[in-house]
């Protein structure tokens, strides 16, 4: 964002409690912070949370209290509230500068920029624009199409395209330099965001980085990330044995191993937070977690380390579905972390039973006026979902009846199946009313045998 002729980079963290990470590393890359109050609400827990990160890596920082058009809105309680937490604002005992905004109106929105400016002069910020360049890294992920990129963010010195580049876990040459809005530039300066391609190895979120020549990267303060001893211990058995079975739902006292995938770091940090800290009374080992699109070599770990695959925003495949579907490995997969939360509970309430070989959640309801060629769409969430397969219907955790698909289709085109992670559209014949939020089931008439 521009300001009278001076740029502000925005760090936005997620709010969700899943992220408390992201949001201390946040906190201490950044000049300053912005603690966000809501006017209607006051302070939450997160609010109380991000105080102590404040607190504890010396940000300074400034208060917009939001959504003052709210007819609920009470910026006076707020004040108050944050007063009993510790912090005081200006003309209430403290030094701590405020502004009331209001994001739907646009209100304030010029005089909180103007107080970040202001709060910056103070903190007289320089940099060196000759240093080689330093700063942090915001995200890493694995592109299908481009390969390694990082985002981060630049502190010092000045970033060019070409120059060597590395962190404690991973280094490589800049190859392609883009700026915020994507597009390529040659050099950029602090506090300027950027999206680095050309990394040998992806980069672990919240390190450091520097460029220049390699003989100088031990100048970097952290300590080199290593594989867990379980993953490691798992990856030397590199033969898969065809046929054999996926991993059981662990007995009393078993381990229920999971290899975690996931769209980019950040998600894979809070997944993995939150499905340890949701299990750990529970029988659970993480045998590997890593980035990118559910791959070959995922499933191999699965078979030979007897795993769970748990994939969060990451796709699956035909190809990749096919193999673990012949080596009998279960994978699932989906875009909310409760649910796959839920699909692990499930799991690991095991016994002999009936599987479902596909589950397909109703997302849109086009058209009903014969319940036998009901055209709806929805997104597979577990396994594969086939055309011309007979179904249950779950809704609300309750079985409400079954159908029939009469017509499958992926991309607008007939489809004889369509994988995990894949929106569909599905002409279906049932005798009931297919609603948003139902879950279709396909069964696989055999025992459990995971």
């Keep these: 964002i521009t300001n009278k002729g001076k740029k502000i980079t925005f760090i936005d963290t997620q709010g969700h409690e899943s992220f408390i990470k992201m949001r201390a590393r946040g906190a201490t890359i950044a000049d300053l912070a912005i603690l966000v109050v809501a006017a209607d609400d006051s302070v939450k827990p997160q609010t109380q949370e991000s105080i102590k990160i404040l607190s504890e890596t010396k940000t300074p920082f400034v208060v917009a209290i939001t959504k003052i058009d709210k007819n609920n809105a009470d910026p006076e309680r707020v004040k108050?509230?944050?007063?009993?937490?510790?912090?005081?604002?200006?003309?209430?005992?403290?030094?701590?500068?405020?502004?009331?905004i209001s994001s739907k109106s646009g209100e304030g929105i010029n005089d909180l920029l103007d107080l970040l400016l202001l709060a910056a002069e103070m903190e007289n910020l320089t940099y060196d624009p000759q240093a080689p360049a330093s700063g942090y890294v915001l995200e890493s992920r694995m592109d299908r199409r481009r390969g390694t990129e990082a985002s981060v963010i630049l502190k010092n010195g000045t970033l060019r395209q070409g120059e060597p580049i590395a962190t404690p876990s991973g280094k490589g040459r800049i190859k392609i330099l883009e700026d915020f809005m994507g597009e390529p530039v040659k050099t950029l300066e602090p506090s300027a965001p950027a999206l680095i391609l050309g990394w040998e190895k992806l980069p672990q979120i919240g390190e450091e980085f520097i460029t220049g020549p390699f003989d100088t990267f031990d100048k970097l303060s952290a300590s080199k990330l290593t594989a867990s001893p379980a993953a490691e211990e798992v990856a030397q058995k590199t033969a898969a044995t065809p046929g054999k079975a996926s991993p059981a739902a662990p007995a009393k006292g078993e381990t229920l191993n999971i290899i975690f995938k996931a769209s980019d770091m950040g998600s894979l940090e809070a997944l993995s937070q939150v499905i340890l800290a949701t299990f750990k009374e529970k029988p659970v080992k993480v045998l590997q977690e890593s980035v990118g699109d559910v791959g070959d070599n995922d499933v191999k770990l699965a078979i030979s380390g007897n795993a769970l695959i748990v994939a969060f925003k990451s796709r699956t495949d035909k190809t990749v579905q096919a193999l673990a579907e012949a080596n009998r490995v279960k994978i699932v997969s989906s875009e909310i972390i409760y649910e796959l939360i839920k699909a692990i509970e499930e799991f690991l309430k095991g016994g002999a039973g009936v599987e479902a070989a596909g589950e397909l959640e109703i997302l849109a309801v086009f058209n009903q006026k014969k319940l036998d060629k009901q055209v709806v769409g929805g997104k597979v969430i577990g396994g594969v979902f086939k055309n011309h397969a007979a179904f249950e219907i779950s809704?609300?955790?309750?079985?409400?009846?079954?159908?029939?698909?009469?017509?499958?289709?992926?991309?607008?085109?007939?489809?004889?199946?369509?994988?995990?992670?894949?929106?569909?559209?599905?002409?279906?014949?049932?005798?009931?009313?297919?609603?948003?939020?139902?879950?279709?089931?396909?069964?696989?008439?055999?025992p459990i045998n995971h």
């Design 80 to 100: 108050g509230d944050l007063a009993n937490a510790g912090v005081l604002l200006e003309g209430y005992g403290g030094s701590v500068s405020y502004h009331a």
């Design 395 to 446: 809704r609300q955790s309750e079985m409400v009846g079954n159908g029939r698909v009469q017509n499958l289709q992926e991309q607008k085109k007939d489809a004889s199946q369509v994988g995990a992670g894949q929106e569909a559209g599905l002409l279906i014949n049932s005798p009931v009313a297919i609603q948003v939020g139902d879950k279709l089931l396909i069964k696989e008439q055999s």
